[in-house]
């Protein structure tokens, strides 16, 4: 049987840059055998299949799969997705008469919000499916192994490495300078080892660095997913937007800031994180971008 896809670079406003995805707008037969043989096919950080909501007040189901696994949430996949179908105006036969979508995810509901210039869709914001949670300390000699780093290169005057989510966990590390992020390498071998798909799907390296109009820049390493590195984290700068939020001193804030992904691995992806504080309380995390059409097809499964 044929299934329709089409494929956009997420968080990119050009062509050939951002985080490539695949999208069956109609997925519906698909086993979740086939589903995962589909992802390590197109071989891209992730695909997502559309499928009808359990609850019709819902815009859809969407799964959302990496070359070796399946992701109960992820931001890129969610922004693409919501992107393509907009764009088409309908969703399996019915129509989508609004900016606001609600996809029904392994992670719980994802809302999403539409940006429109002229009548087209140009970005999408969703907010996390799960409030954010940060969990257990990781070594630091283990981080630098892991990321071809020195010790020092790891700045621990805010947090220590630590796993958080919002829906998917990852490894959190803010790293000392910009040069340390651009000399960071993954090292297979020791992520999978020291950090087992089950406790985080990766690690993500952030550094303070203002460049043009981004604030901060950052990589993110997930060989357990087979991704060695992706080119934009919408699922990790959710949680990095958290983060920053959680640890400032102020019990209540409204916190924005602009992420560059990518940037080393020719591949310029710009994601707007954002997140709400109240009563010292990260009570809501937010991730938009852009997107950029690319190919349309058929895929025989």
Avoid: W
């Amino acid at each position: 049987m044929k299934y329709a896809f089409q494929t956009v670079d997420v968080f990119t406003d050009r062509k050939f840059g951002g985080n490539p995805l695949a999208v069956l707008t109609d997925a519906r037969g698909l086993s979740t055998g086939q589903m995962q043989a589909v992802a390590a096919e197109f071989n891209y950080a992730e695909t997502t299949f559309v499928l009808p909501p359990r609850d019709p007040a819902h815009t859809a189901e969407v799964r959302i799969f990496t070359p070796k696994a399946e992701l109960p949430f992820a931001g890129h996949p969610n922004v693409g997705t919501a992107y393509v179908l907009a764009r088409a105006g309908q969703v399996l036969g019915r129509k989508i008469a609004s900016d606001k979508l609600v996809f029904e995810e392994k992670a719980g509901l994802v809302a999403m919000e539409l940006t429109r210039r002229g009548g087209d869709v140009v970005a999408v914001r969703l907010a996390a499916p799960q409030l954010l949670a940060i969990g257990d300390e990781v070594d630091v000699a283990f981080v630098a192994e892991a990321c071809s780093l020195a010790s020092s290169d790891i700045r621990t005057s805010t947090h220590r490495p630590c796993i958080a989510s919002c829906g998917t966990p990852l490894l959190f590390v803010e790293l000392e300078s910009r040069a340390a992020l651009a000399a960071a390498a993954p090292r297979a071998d020791a992520i999978l080892r020291g950090l087992p798909g089950e406790r985080a799907i990766g690690i993500h390296l952030y550094v303070r660095a203002r460049e043009g109009d981004r604030d901060i820049q950052c990589r993110m390493f997930a060989p357990a997913m087979g991704i060695l590195e992706d080119p934009a984290t919408g699922g990790a700068n959710v949680v990095l937007g958290g983060l920053l939020a959680h640890f400032d001193a102020r019990a209540d804030l409204t916190l924005s800031t602009t992420i560059g992904q990518g940037f080393d691995m020719g591949r310029p992806s710009i994601l707007e994180a954002a997140a709400e504080k109240k009563a010292g309380r990260v009570v809501a995390t937010y991730i938009g971008g852009k997107c950029v059409p690319m190919l349309t097809g058929e895929i025989e499964v």
